[in-house]
């Protein structure tokens, strides 16, 4: 492999490839807690889309698996090289292309972080309003994972604002998918297929993204409840009030209490108040006014006391984005107290009570607890799962995901299936589903290079020989 490994350094130049001790551990694993990673036998970072297509032909060529990465902070082993593969890591093609101010949109390349367009974007008063919880991630990844978080019970995931999209395929051709228009009815939609497919059809080098005005004026809410299922029932009754929050988030006691002390940050709510909660809500409002905003304020607070908050606090603007970060936070709080999973289901929002049930069942079947936080206005929860028996965390997560799938969700809201579900997804999905999945890769991908395995259980026969 090594003698490959320096054919490839020899095709695309010394510059664009890393072999042997140049490798560092970070290519071998994102951050899923999901078994441990794997080295690649070389890692490409291409500044240019025609290094992206050269590498493909070349893998195509030898057979040789391709795991496309951007920042590695995906949650469930997505960008893990497979064995004797490569990774294409989009580190170095960072540019913004483009901030059209007359066509809210922004052309970016794939390696460009959340962080840095949003600092682009709001020297023009706009924004890309998708926020998955680290900025450090990549519109690459993004688009591969059709990344979530928190501000989609508003503006929608990924796949609402990706217009289109420059993808390198499998056999090294590029194509060009959409543009600066926001409607089509111009044939089969590759952009859509292509977001959510975690690197599994072809390697997106740019992306043209639908951007919004930036509204300078918010407000906080933070509301305790006495049980869970109490503040997940109140959200329906908050969205069809009409107040539009940009984000509705809820965190369980457990949780709270794990992000306040890893954030040393203080609620300023009594003892007492707190000793009866079992959960909160957090509450975001924004708006282009002060006064629309205090408006969408009341209306909240009234919404929530009538659905059983035992109260209802306005943060103060540090306090509410120090609460709002320690949230997004909330995954290392449950790496550094042990938890050996993460799941990300999806229920239709009205479902989120019964599943909170369903899990409760669930933690006591298996005598264990199952704390978490989620993005209840979209009915997606994130449960920390403290289980280091294989076997037993086998049966537990197939629990989780059974009872996701009884209420009419499905296993992953916004991680992805990564490498890390896909025994899951492949035992629960429909296998006529999979069956076509399955052709369609094939359609993109003939000698099966592009991170096999991810999604889909490895199949022999669809894999090019090496
Ligand atoms: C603290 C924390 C909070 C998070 N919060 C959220 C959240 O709220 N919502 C959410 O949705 N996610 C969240 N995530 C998960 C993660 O940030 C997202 O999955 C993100 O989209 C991954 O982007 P990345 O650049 O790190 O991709 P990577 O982890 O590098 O890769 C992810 C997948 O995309 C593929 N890929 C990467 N780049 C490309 C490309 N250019 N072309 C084709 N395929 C590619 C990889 O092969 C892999 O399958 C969180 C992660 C952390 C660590």
């Known amino acids: 492999m090594s003698s490959l490994a320096a054919s490839l350094a020899a095709v695309l130049g010394a510059d664009n490839v890393l072999i042997g001790d140049a490798i560092g551990d970070d290519y071998s694993h994102d951050e899923g807690l999901g078994p441990h990673g794997q080295m690649p036998i070389a890692v490409v970072r291409p500044y240019t889309v025609d290094v992206v297509c050269h590498t493909l032909a070349w893998a195509s060529e030898h057979g040789i698996p391709v795991t496309a990465r951007g920042a590695g902070t995906g949650l469930c082993g997505g960008c893990k090289p497979r064995p004797n593969g490569i990774v294409v890591s989009f580190e170095r093609m960072q540019q913004i292309l483009e901030i059209d101010a007359d066509n809210h949109v922004a052309v970016v390349d794939a390696g460009v972080s959340l962080g840095a367009l949003n600092v682009a974007a709001a020297e023009k008063g706009l924004v890309y309003p998708v926020f998955p919880g680290e900025t450090s991630a ?84 933070l509301s305790p409840f006495r049980t869970l299922a109490q503040a997940a ?161 086998y049966a537990l997560m197939r629990d989780l995901f059974e009872a996701g799938r009884e209420l009419g969700g499905v296993i992953s809201g916004e991680h992805g299936v990564g490498v890390d579900k896909r025994r899951y997804y492949m035992e629960l999905e429909d296998p006529a589903k999979v069956a076509l999945l399955r052709r369609i890769k094939k359609a993109f991908d003939p000698k099966g290079i592009l991170n096999p395995g991810t999604i889909f259980e490895e199949v022999e026969e669809s894999r090019g020989s090496p």
Not at 210 to 221: I, Q
Not at 332 to 347: N, Q, S
């Open 233 to 393: 029932g109140a959200v329906p009754a908050l969205i069809v009030g009409g107040v539009g929050p940009l984000l509705v988030e809820y965190i369980d006691r457990m949780t709270m209490l794990a992000i306040t002390a890893q954030s040393g940050i203080s609620l300023g709510i009594a003892d007492e108040i707190q000793a009866k909660t079992e959960a909160y809500l957090l509450v975001v409002v924004e708006g282009r006014t002060a006064e629309r905003v205090d408006e969408d304020t009341q209306l909240a607070g009234g919404i929530l006391g009538e659905h059983g908050a035992m109260d209802v606090f306005m943060l103060p603007a540090s306090a509410a984005t120090q609460l709002v970060e320690a949230r997004e936070r909330s995954f290392w709080a449950a790496k550094r107290t042990g938890a050996t999973e993460v799941v990300d289901v999806v229920v239709p929002r009205a479902s989120l009570p019964s599943y909170i049930q369903r899990v409760r069942a669930i933690a006591d079947k298996h005598q264990t607890m199952i704390p978490g936080c989620g993005h209840a206005g979209d009915g997606n929860v994130h449960l920390a799962v403290f289980e280091r028996d294989a076997d037993k965390r």
């Open 138 to 221: 990549t519109l690459g990844g993004n688009v591969a994972t059709n990344a979530g978080g928190m501000r989609a019970v508003k503006y929608g995931v990924t796949r609402h604002h990706v217009l289109g999209l420059e993808a390198a395929l499998a056999t090294g051709e590029t194509i060009k998918t959409g543009g600066k228009f926001v409607k089509t009815s111009t044939g089969y939609d590759l952009t859509q297929l292509i977001i959510g497919s975690e690197g599994t059809l072809a390697l997106v080098t740019q992306a043209t993204l639908k951007l919004v005005p930036l509204l300078r004026h918010s407000a906080t809410l």
